[in-house]
């Protein structure tokens, strides 16, 4: 096999070793969602896989997979935890799936508050410290069936599901992320939903009220979280940023402003933490036809098998501009889809370069999370991408750890990079 070249550390190429130590408390752990690992969740992507898979959005064609039992983590997560301990990871990040809690509209379900509350168990049992997200893309039947997050009253259903599991879960958790991505699901995910409704188009304003929703609900879980919960509390969000460049200007300036900036400088006074999901490097380069193609005009040297491109000096930009709120900000998803296993040491390793480097400029940054643990369901895109530290065989359910994994193992034992 041919030697993978390094990516964008131009510094670090002319030594032949240097450490890149991390500060004392540093959390490394890897990421999930109850969806994407679990099996046998029954919410609205569920309910589009069994009755209309295949969809138009945009002119691209789209086709939603069975998930089935996927990695099967609701009934191997001690299995999962084992290998996470064996990783020698600290922390991890998972999220609890609403429709188990509340399936029907306002009815509970004890016994699924029960499993969490065992898989909480299970991770402090390893002294591994558990982030939990409340809602990752996914909803309740019922909640989709009202409109979603379309519906003036969503944040409202959103926070009696928080009160009455905050209230309710009997293992305290100290942090907490209530939205994942809430851009990017109100920017694809809802108008995926207009697919499926027969809209080829997604409507701007409803992309836009759907984003007002979802603050007002960020806000009202936070406070309900501060309300009920453990003293300690720490409550977030898990923001995807991206690094803008280009020209001209005004337009690298807006779409910093609405994907970056627009949720959070709302949120400024509602959030003890920042969770940062980078995966992005866009490069603006307006032209003459569709203007779909102005965005993305990357130079795509390194790819993932998805076709992203590989930039991670743009984690460093972002986490520059995330100076500015003052909050402690943890890395709560960075990963490839990369089968084959040849990118994600060079990967994680160059990302976090530019972390340590971020962390030299004093901001506050305080963990780092993998996207992802294991191989899992990637949305629209189904099983075939494989973003894991650890490889599922999904017909056996056989676990399998990646030489790569055993890289990032040794930087979480020693809280260091070695490059």
Same mark, same amino acid.
């Given at each position: 096999?041919?030697?993978?070249?390094?990516?964008?550390?131009?510094?670090?190429?002319?030594?032949? *070793? /240097? @450490?890149?130590?991390?500060?004392?408390?540093?959390?490394?752990?890897?990421? *999930?969602?109850?969806?994407?690992?679990?099996?046998?969740?029954?919410?609205?992507?569920?309910?589009?896989?069994?009755?209309?898979?295949?969809?138009?959005?945009?002119?691209?064609?789209?086709?939603?997979?069975?998930?089935?039992?996927?990695?099967?983590?609701?009934?191997?997560?001690?299995?999962?935890?084992?290998?996470?301990? /064996?990783?020698?990871?600290?922390?991890?990040?998972?999220?609890?799936?609403?429709?188990?809690?509340?399936? /029907?509209?306002?009815?509970?379900?004890?016994? $699924?508050? /029960?499993?969490?509350?065992?898989?909480?168990?299970?991770?402090?049992?390893?002294?591994?410290?558990?982030?939990? #997200?409340?809602?990752?893309? #996914?909803?309740?039947?019922?909640?989709?069936?009202?409109?979603?997050?379309?519906?003036?009253?969503?944040?409202?259903?959103?926070? %009696?599901?928080?009160?009455?599991? @905050?209230?309710?879960?009997?293992?305290?958790?100290?942090?907490?992320? *209530?939205? =994942?991505?809430?851009? +990017?699901?109100?920017?694809?995910?809802?108008?995926?939903?207009?697919?499926?409704?027969?809209?080829?188009?997604? =409507?701007?304003?409803?992309? &836009?009220?759907?984003?007002?929703?979802?603050?007002?609900?960020?806000?009202?879980?936070?406070? #309900? &979280?501060?309300?009920?919960?453990?003293?300690?509390?720490?409550?977030?969000?898990?923001?995807?940023?991206?690094?803008?460049?280009?020209?001209?200007?005004?337009?690298?300036?807006?779409?910093?402003?609405?994907?970056?900036?627009?949720?959070?400088?709302?949120?400024?006074?509602?959030? !003890?933490?920042?969770?940062? +999901?980078?995966?992005?490097?866009?490069?603006?380069?307006?032209?003459?036809?569709?203007?779909?193609?102005?965005?993305?005009?990357?130079?795509?040297?390194?790819?993932?098998?998805?076709?992203?491109?590989?930039?991670?000096?743009? @984690?460093?930009?972002? &986490?520059?501009?995330?100076?500015?709120?003052?909050?402690?900000?943890?890395? #709560?998803?960075?990963?490839?889809?990369?089968?084959? !296993?040849?990118?994600?040491? =060079?990967?994680?390793?160059?990302?976090?370069?530019?972390?340590?480097?971020?962390?030299?400029?004093?901001?506050?940054?305080?963990?780092?999370?993998?996207?992802?643990?294991?191989? +899992?369901?990637?949305?629209?895109?189904?099983?075939?991408? %494989?973003?894991?530290?650890?490889?599922?065989?999904?017909? *056996?359910?056989? %676990?399998? @750890? %990646?030489?790569?994994? $055993?890289?990032?193992?040794?930087?979480?034992?020693?809280?260091?990079?070695?490059?």
């Amino acid at each position: 096999m041919a030697a993978v070249p390094r990516i964008f550390v131009p510094s670090v190429r002319n030594n032949m *070793t /240097k @450490i890149l130590k991390f500060p004392k408390g540093f959390l490394w752990g890897a990421a *999930t969602s109850a969806h994407q690992v679990e099996g046998g969740n029954k919410n609205e992507w569920w309910a589009w896989s069994y009755k209309k898979s295949k969809m138009d959005i945009l002119g691209i064609k789209v086709q939603i997979s069975k998930t089935g039992r996927a990695a099967d983590h609701y009934n191997c997560y001690e299995e999962d935890f084992n290998l996470v301990k /064996k990783l020698n990871q600290n922390a991890h990040r998972f999220s609890i799936e609403w429709s188990r809690i509340e399936p /029907k509209e306002g009815q509970f379900n004890f016994k $699924e508050l /029960k499993h969490y509350q065992n898989v909480i168990r299970a991770l402090k049992e390893r002294n591994i410290i558990p982030f939990v #997200t409340l809602h990752h893309f #996914t909803c309740p039947i019922w909640f989709y069936r009202k409109g979603n997050w379309l519906n003036k009253k969503s944040p409202d259903y959103f926070n %009696r599901y928080v009160e009455f599991f @905050i209230k309710n879960i009997k293992e305290e958790v100290d942090f907490y992320i *209530t939205i =994942n991505e809430p851009i +990017n699901y109100a920017s694809w995910y809802l108008p995926l939903q207009g697919a499926y409704q027969g809209n080829k188009w997604p =409507n701007l304003l409803d992309i &836009l009220r759907a984003i007002k929703n979802l603050i007002k609900a960020h806000q009202k879980a936070y406070k #309900t &979280l501060h309300q009920y919960g453990p003293k300690n509390i720490q409550v977030g969000i898990a923001k995807n940023n991206i690094f803008f460049d280009g020209r001209p200007k005004i337009l690298v300036s807006l779409a910093d402003w609405y994907w970056n900036r627009m949720f959070l400088d709302k949120i400024k006074n509602e959030q !003890d933490f920042i969770g940062l +999901n980078y995966y992005f490097h866009s490069r603006i380069k307006p032209g003459f036809k569709n203007p779909k193609n102005w965005i993305n005009q990357n130079e795509n040297k390194i790819v993932s098998d998805l076709g992203w491109e590989i930039y991670p000096e743009g @984690i460093y930009h972002v &986490l520059k501009d995330l100076k500015k709120y003052q909050k402690p900000i943890y890395i #709560t998803e960075n990963g490839l889809a990369d089968e084959k !296993d040849k990118l994600r040491e =060079n990967f994680i390793k160059d990302h976090l370069y530019w972390i340590h480097k971020a962390i030299g400029e004093e901001i506050d940054i305080r963990g780092y999370f993998h996207w992802s643990l294991m191989d +899992n369901y990637e949305w629209e895109k189904g099983f075939w991408p %494989r973003f894991g530290l650890i490889e599922i065989d999904y017909k *056996t359910l056989e %676990r399998k @750890i %990646r030489p790569s994994a $055993e890289v990032y193992a040794k930087i979480c034992q020693e809280n260091a990079v070695f490059m």
